[in-house]
């Protein structure tokens, strides 16, 4: 695709063994278009399945490769500041001002504390923990390796995080 497009890349992973349309997931998922504009974006060839055009009927399966050539567009203002308070070569602690969203969602993808730290210190993957709201102020750890991460979400279930 073109520049002035962000490229939103996934896996499918299906809920609850209901078979999904790929236009259902895109509803599901991505709340902040209608059904009418996911169509005109797959009309545009804009979502790919498996290096596939997406069709709105198609039925997905699990680990389908989805990308969404997303037309670039200016997102809203964030406060970009966070500062390291602990950093291994497994986790990344962070405290986050308010006013910054901690992962891509609706309008937001790259003012977002996740892509802001990858692309500052030059990292490929950082995986998620748990989550602050945009509004909240505080301390956010990231995993930098996979199976870290698991780990860490295995201890969050488990309440001894």
Not at 33 to 44: M, R, T, V, Y
Not at 61 to 72: A, C, S, V
Request: aromatic share 12%; charged share 30%; hydrophobic share 35%.
């Amino acid at each position: 695709m073109t520049s002035g497009h962000t490229e939103l890349s996934f896996h499918y992973m299906r809920l609850g063994g209901q078979v999904e349309t790929l236009l259902q997931f895109l509803l599901r998922r991505f709340r902040y278009l209608d059904d009418q504009q996911w169509k005109e974006n797959i009309d545009a060839k804009r979502i790919w399945v498996d290096g596939k055009l997406g069709k709105a009927n198609l039925k997905l399966h699990d680990n389908q490769k989805i990308i969404y050539f997303r037309p670039d567009f200016l997102e809203p203002e964030v406060d970009p500041q966070f500062d390291i308070i602990y950093e291994d070569d497994s986790l990344i602690a962070l405290c986050k001002s308010g006013n910054l969203p901690t992962s891509p969602s609706g309008k937001y993808y790259k003012n977002t504390l996740v892509n802001l730290v990858k692309s500052r210190f030059g990292m490929k993957k950082l995986y998620t923990l748990h989550r602050l709201d945009r509004e909240t102020s505080g301390v956010i750890i990231f995993a930098k390796r996979h199976e870290i991460a698991q780990t860490m979400a295995a201890l969050f279930r488990k309440k001894r995080i």
